[in-house]
């Protein structure tokens, strides 16, 4: 009966929080980050005195499409952070404001050069959460990694 009552009650308390907190969902593609056809780039979620925004995987691929960095991680990321940070700003966010990330590499030995480039990006005071994963494939051959993030922005910054 007790876990009855807390699924109830859980289950009453995400819908209050959703009807009364989350006020709008943005979606939204930046004319300066290649755009895939099929899915948003980001989306952004009212969270009253702050917006959670929520980035589809980024690809070392510029704006033209044009991958970035052939057999090289380190470029690579700078690339991806470069996205990431073109995205957040048109939030009125930057890299410090992201929260989590995940993040598939097809190579994990290659982490210290990931994390080399993240660094320059992040709230080192206050890291994001993160998950690393090794895949054995990315949607290219010649793309060695994809980073998704999260990032809450408050309003009036």
């Given at each position: 009966m007790k876990k009855i009552a807390v699924l109830v009650f859980t289950s009453m308390f995400l819908f209050s929080f959703s009807q009364n907190t989350m006020n709008s969902i943005e979606y939204k593609n930046s004319d300066k980050v290649f755009s895939i056809k099929g899915l948003s780039q980001s989306v952004s979620i009212d969270c009253g005195a702050s917006n959670m925004i929520l980035?589809?995987?980024q690809v070392p691929l510029d704006?033209?499409?044009n991958l970035v960095g052939i057999d090289n991680l380190e470029k690579q990321t700078e690339q991806i952070?470069?996205?990431i940070e073109?995205?957040?700003k048109e939030y009125g966010g930057t890299g410090k404001d992201i929260v989590k990330?995940?993040?598939?590499i097809t190579d994990i030995s290659k982490t210290p050069d990931f994390r080399k480039v993240r660094d320059l990006h992040i709230n080192?005071?206050?890291p994001p959460v993160s998950s690393l994963v090794e895949v054995s494939k990315l949607f290219r051959d010649d793309v060695l990694i994809e980073v998704e993030a999260t990032a809450v922005i408050k309003k009036n910054k």
């Amino acid at each position: 009966m007790k876990k009855i009552a807390v699924l109830v009650f859980t289950s009453m308390f995400l819908f209050s929080f959703s009807q009364n907190t989350m006020n709008s969902i943005e979606y939204k593609n930046s004319d300066k980050v290649f755009s895939i056809k099929g899915l948003s780039q980001s989306v952004s979620i009212d969270c009253g005195a702050s917006n959670m925004i929520l980035l589809s995987g980024q690809v070392p691929l510029d704006e033209k499409g044009n991958l970035v960095g052939i057999d090289n991680l380190e470029k690579q990321t700078e690339q991806i952070f470069k996205n990431i940070e073109i995205i957040l700003k048109e939030y009125g966010g930057t890299g410090k404001d992201i929260v989590k990330l995940g993040i598939f590499i097809t190579d994990i030995s290659k982490t210290p050069d990931f994390r080399k480039v993240r660094d320059l990006h992040i709230n080192l005071q206050n890291p994001p959460v993160s998950s690393l994963v090794e895949v054995s494939k990315l949607f290219r051959d010649d793309v060695l990694i994809e980073v998704e993030a999260t990032a809450v922005i408050k309003k009036n910054k």
